[in-house]
């Protein structure tokens, strides 16, 4: 890790994440401790700008959201008049191109900002392919994807990452994750990039300067991450499935609009989210879900009978505003008045209907729920939820829509309708730390008896959360450990913590238990290929809660990269 810097705000890194970090710090000072600091990037001023990149495929070439017998296959022609292009596109089984199962004749133009995407169908299960798009004569680079088993699967392995601010450093992470041949996919969780202009003491600069708003700004800061070499080399290695968080919109966004948002000045909310979802189904690797709303764009992906992926929209589809603090705490708050309101939503009620009907018909041995946000409780003082549930840190989690965590908690517990939903796992990104956690209603009552969780054995969780770090942007330094004993001693359900690092989380998922890992870059301040693992932790198939775990070994022999 990069020795801390000075405090700025690279990016417009965003209130809530920023605000999170000053509570637990304030907290800490409150209660005996000491403040922390934002460990944030800092190039003393010097911003090092990004090559405009050269050539017809400068921004690389891309595959996503797999399916059994289809994949997203996705690049982008740079033309040199801006006129309409033509290009061809072949996919085959090894490295050379050779044994070919498809040719597709393709067409893009100015319209879509010269993006290709296609969804080639008629391939078979759980098989590698490499492809290779042409224009003009020119070849772009060799990609490589892979589709979804069907039947028996005996084991997934996946690297989570999100939060990948380009102003606050290079994408180490990225590049480690692209070097990992045994991985079936990628899932990224969101703030793929941030909204912000240029500031101070950022590592590097973005495109545009400003704050993007319009679509060509949309446009133009998804051009600049996919001329990202580590970028760009994760996605020709590997299958992404993908959502958007705040900041690929704005920041704290809702279905209705942002603090962070100047309606009139910056036009509507609706041209503005519609303007970042545009460029966002352009620029990435996602297969469209509802064409008609691109807010709708929950799916599921069925990883044979080992694992039902669940990806949640979390943001705009019909999120309710978030609420500010009640002052006992700058920005802290407590579960009473406007949070306890039943018509509080983070997924909408579409939505919820969705994940509760898919959850509920699963036959695969595991569901996992990718999402944006914390779902475990996270607070910084401690009481049980009959005594009003303590002081919480951050209302831009599940713990601000509490009425809408509980009704997703009673689909987990069952009711008289429906029985309990098992083996449930939760995959988040956002907080820009590592996180494990059991799942329960009420982590501050030991009375498992009545509802409560007992932290020693955990009786009482009914499902588990991994929670992966950031790829660059900012996390909390530590110094002492302070504010992860504060946690701790108020949070018992939190069984891991680490504060204070960036990197990749990776799943490794088998009929027997789901096993996360941590790992770790050794900097962001500059390119490097230095890499540490954190820690491992698993949930045991019906057991519903963490413990330990020992690193996973790849897998043998797994199908060759593509070829530089």
């Known amino acids: 890790m990069g020795r801390p810097r000075k405090k700025h705000k690279p990016g417009v890194a965003g209130p809530s994440r920023r605000h999170f970090i000053q509570r637990v710090g304030g907290s800490a000072l409150a209660l005996g401790t000491v403040p922390l600091m934002q460990a944030c990037g800092g190039g003393d001023g010097q911003m090092l700008p990004t090559p405009p990149g050269t050539g017809v495929f400068r921004h690389g070439v891309a595959s996503g959201d797999p399916l059994a017998d289809r994949v997203i296959l996705w690049t982008r022609v740079t033309p040199p008049t801006g006129a309409p292009v033509a290009l061809d596109c072949v996919v085959a089984t090894d490295t050379a ?29 759980d098989t590698t392919y490499y492809y290779r798009f042409t224009a003009d004569g020119v070849a772009s680079p060799i990609g490589r994807t892979r ?47 941030y909204e912000g202009g240029n500031a101070s003491g950022s590592y590097r600069a973005v495109e545009p300067d400003g704050e993007l708003v319009t679509l060509a700004d949309y446009r133009a800061r998804h051009a600049l991450h996919k001329r990202d070499g580590d970028l760009q080399e994760l996605h020709r290695q590997h299958p992404m499935v993908a959502m958007w968080d705040d900041h690929d919109i704005v920041s704290d966004a809702s279905a209705t609009g942002s603090p962070s948002h100047a309606a009139g000045a910056e036009g509507t909310w609706a041209d503005r989210v519609g303007n970042a979802l545009r460029a966002y189904t352009e620029w990435m690797p996602v297969r469209v879900a509802n064409p008609a709303d691109l807010r709708q764009a929950y799916r599921g992906f069925a990883f044979g009978n080992l694992v039902d992926l669940l990806v949640l929209e979390t943001r705009v589809a019909g999120r309710s505003p978030q609420l500010p603090g009640d002052a006992t705490l700058p920005g802290t708050f407590r579960q009473r008045g406007a949070f306890t309101d039943p018509s509080r939503e983070m997924l909408g009620r579409v939505q919820h209907d969705w994940v509760a009907g898919r959850l509920r018909t699963s036959t695969a041995r595991w569901k996992f729920l990718a999402q944006g946000v914390m779902f475990a ?35 987990l517990t069952g009711d008289g309708v429906a029985p309990p939903v098992r083996n449930v796992v939760f995959l988040t990104g956002d907080a820009h730390s590592a996180w494990a956690a059991d799942l329960t209603q009420d982590p501050n009552n030991g009375d498992v008896g009545r509802g409560g969780y007992d932290p020693d054995t955990g009786a009482g969780s009914v499902a588990v959360e991994f929670i992966g770090t950031s790829v660059t942007s900012p996390m909390i330094l ?39 890992e941590w790992w770790f870059v050794d900097t962001v301040e500059v390119p490097s290929n230095g890499q540490a693992f ?10 519903a809660h963490m413990e330990r775990a020992e690193r996973t070994s790849p897998r043998a022999n797994p199908p060759a990269l593509a070829p530089a």
């Open 534 to 543: 954190g820690a491992a932790f698993q949930v045991r198939d019906g057991a």
């Open 97 to 125: 191109l050779s044994r070919v199962v498809a040719r597709l004749s393709l067409a893009t133009d100015a319209s879509r900002d010269h993006t290709v995407k296609v969804d080639v169908a008629g391939l078979q299960p």
């Open 377 to 411: 409780q996270l607070k910084i003082q401690a009481q049980r939820n009959a005594d009003g549930g303590g002081l919480y840190a951050n209302a831009d989690q599940w713990d601000g829509y509490q009425p809408a965590r509980d009704r997703l908690f009673q689909v």
């Open 478 to 516: 530590d110094t002492h450990g302070l504010a992860e004993s504060l946690l701790r001693s108020v949070n018992p359900h939190l069984k891991y913590i680490d504060l204070a690092r960036r990197g990749y989380l990776l799943i490794d998922a088998d009929a027997s238990r789901v096993v996360g």
């Open 147 to 193: 589709t979804l088993p069907v039947g028996t699967a005996s084991r997934m392995r996946i690297a989570v990452v999100s939060c990948s601010n380009f102003a606050d450093g290079f994408f180490n992470a990225y590049r480690r994750v692209a070097e990992r041949a045994d991985l079936d996919l990628v899932v990224h969780l969101g703030d793929y990039f």
